[in-house]
């Protein structure tokens, strides 16, 4: 336990962008809710006010997921490539420390750690551009920004969402895991590469069901970790009648554990993962 | 007392190419044992086996663990320092202190940090500012502040000044080496570490061509500076390498007795590294 705590302090030390990234954009954001043009409807209704708070918050926490998601998929194909590229696994390897400790790390620090600073990131801009904007809108908004139970909500909705990606897409990331243990160079092309012309070959076979797993894992979480379609009511044209009363109904936890794509997408990463360190055990050039 | 490390018919392969062809050798323990052979010989093929980091095929055990198998617990009794270049450049001084104190159970902290009150080096600075011959003295407060009981360095001083050689090797037999301690060192430089060498290793063609104590050498080999009207009469007894150096010739012998060859000319006992080139070049063995 020890050894992993001084693990994640270590890739907090060597990616200091884990922590700028989602500051830099923060601070991005709220300087737009500073000077930005501030146009919002009037808001009525008590019903109608917890709506505009609940997408304020939900808006937020989609920007920095997005972020997220980015670092994320760069962070987890880097980290074992760096180490081979300016050759400090020479270093890191004459500690007592074994590979899985190592690559284990990593996969806590790309999946679980990263989402979280985001997300805490997500809470103290949105919570900073909340108080900015009802100031300065303070005739249309209200209070509306200002909602305790819509707040505590998203929350738990974060956890959810940040617990659930991590296990959906375990098999990406044990790919790019595998990846970055690997490859001798261009680590980004051998991620996309192989998969693509597995699917290219496919479609002259004239099938395309590596094509639509690939897809399904992809962009399939939202549909299946959250209830109803989270396109509907985060898209562009926000219809206020499709929106759930409380957050709450969003989460579908039964539909997820008992989804068997989870649980094989999850064997698969697993298996992905384990390939990964046994390269990590035998590579150590570049 | 049993060896510290024990080679037997020890293979490497990259692919069609034997980097380490049935390698047999054995490092008992308190020694200094240079590891020495030309670029390409397997030295560092050797060392990766030693240290865990590589596959292998033949029996090889190292503090009575198999290394590839065993690694973590074998990096908590033994340490190395691969090259000069291996501290990853993002990495501060006192950041690197704190980590290696973290996961290492032996590490002694103050130690390392009063070999480093010696140097010009600060615990703010991060290893790309620093010189060359600077990280390899942050590298090396490392590792002497751990209490281990083998250190194999890799070519420790590749790309350093004389000075900065001159200084890693003199901390490391003054402040580091004691009876309780063995270390591994391998270099294609052989005179900048034969008169610290208790033992030597030669390594040609990924073959083991001598394993030998520095004392064993001195009764096993005999350097003859050859009278001109004797060549022959010496060249019968076999020399295993002639070496003509202004219009003198020098001849290696091994396993011929002293007063046999006295009548030759002058005898000495050569040096490792006259030994080493007359044992690569000369094709013996």
């Known amino acids: 336990m020890n050894n992993s705590l001084w693990l994640i302090r270590r890739e907090f030390w060597e990616n200091r962008a884990i922590w700028l990234i989602p500051a830099v954009f923060g601070g991005l954001l709220i300087v737009a809710a500073l000077f930005g043009h501030v146009d919002i409807p009037e808001v009525g209704s008590r019903p109608e006010a917890r709506d505009v708070g609940g997408i304020f918050l939900i808006a937020f926490g989609l920007m920095f997921f997005v972020v997220m998601s980015v670092y994320s998929t760069w962070y987890l194909l880097d980290c074992l490539y760096a180490d081979r590229k300016d050759r400090s696994i020479l270093f890191w390897k004459s500690l007592p420390l074994s590979d899985t400790e190592t690559v284990l790390s990593k996969l806590v620090v790309g999946m679980l750690v990263i989402p979280v600073v985001y997300f805490i990131a997500a809470d103290v801009t949105s919570l900073l551009a909340a108080f900015i904007l009802s100031i300065r809108a303070r005739a249309s908004l209200g209070s509306s920004l200002w909602q305790p139970d819509v707040w505590l909500q998203i929350q738990v909705l974060w956890l959810y969402a940040i617990v659930t990606s991590a296990i959906w897409y375990l098999p990406i990331a044990g790919w790019l895991l595998v990846v970055s243990a690997w490859a001798k160079r261009a680590v980004m092309l051998w991620s996309i590469l192989p998969p693509l012309a597995l699917c290219i070959i496919e479609k002259f076979l004239g099938t395309t069901v590596l094509w639509q797993i690939l897809r399904q894992r992809l962009f399939g979480w939202p549909k299946v970790a959250v209830q109803g379609s989270i396109h509907r009511w985060a898209g562009d044209h926000v219809d206020p009648s499709e929106i759930p009363r409380s957050v709450w109904r969003l989460i579908d936890v039964s539909g997820f554990i008992s989804n068997p794509q989870v649980w094989i997408g999850a064997a698969v990463g697993v298996a992905l993962i384990v390939g990964a360190i046994q390269l990590r055990m035998r590579r150590t050039e570049i | ?285």
């Open chain 2, 1 to 285: 007392m049993p060896a510290l490390i024990e080679a037997h018919d020890l293979t490497k392969r990259y692919g069609a190419h034997v980097a380490l062809d049935r390698a047999n050798l054995k490092v008992e323990p308190g020694r200094i044992v240079g590891l020495i052979g030309p670029n390409g010989a397997g030295k560092t093929s050797a060392l990766r086996a030693i240290l865990g980091l590589t596959t292998y095929e033949g029996q090889l055990t190292v503090l009575g663990r198999e290394p590839y198998r065993d690694r973590t617990a074998l990096m908590g009794e033994c340490c190395f320092i691969a090259d000069v270049a291996v501290l990853p450049s993002w990495l501060r001084v006192d950041q690197a202190i704190d980590f290696v104190g973290g996961v290492h159970p032996k590490f002694r902290r103050d130690r390392a940090v009063a070999l480093l009150a010696k140097t010009q080096i600060t615990g703010d600075r991060r290893m790309r500012e620093l010189s060359k011959g600077m990280k390899t003295q942050v590298h090396l407060a490392l590792t002497m502040a751990i209490d281990a009981k083998l250190l194999v360095l890799d070519e420790p001083t590749l790309g350093l000044d004389i000075l900065a050689r001159r200084a890693f090797y003199d901390a490391l037999v003054n402040d580091y080496m004691d009876e309780t301690r063995t270390i591994l060192i391998t270099t294609h430089q052989v005179e900048e570490v034969e008169n610290l060498l208790t033992d030597v290793i030669f390594i040609d063609k990924g073959r083991i061509v001598l394993d030998s104590s520095l004392d064993d050498i001195a009764t096993r080999f005999v350097a003859v500076s050859v009278a001109p009207d004797r060549l022959d009469a010496a060249r019968a007894e076999k020399p295993f390498y002639e070496r003509h150096i202004l219009g003198k010739v020098v001849m290696y012998f091994e396993n011929v007795t002293p007063e046999k060859l006295a009548a030759f000319g002058e005898l000495h006992t050569p040096s490792v590294s006259d030994l080493f080139v007359a044992r690569l070049s000369g094709g013996a063995a």
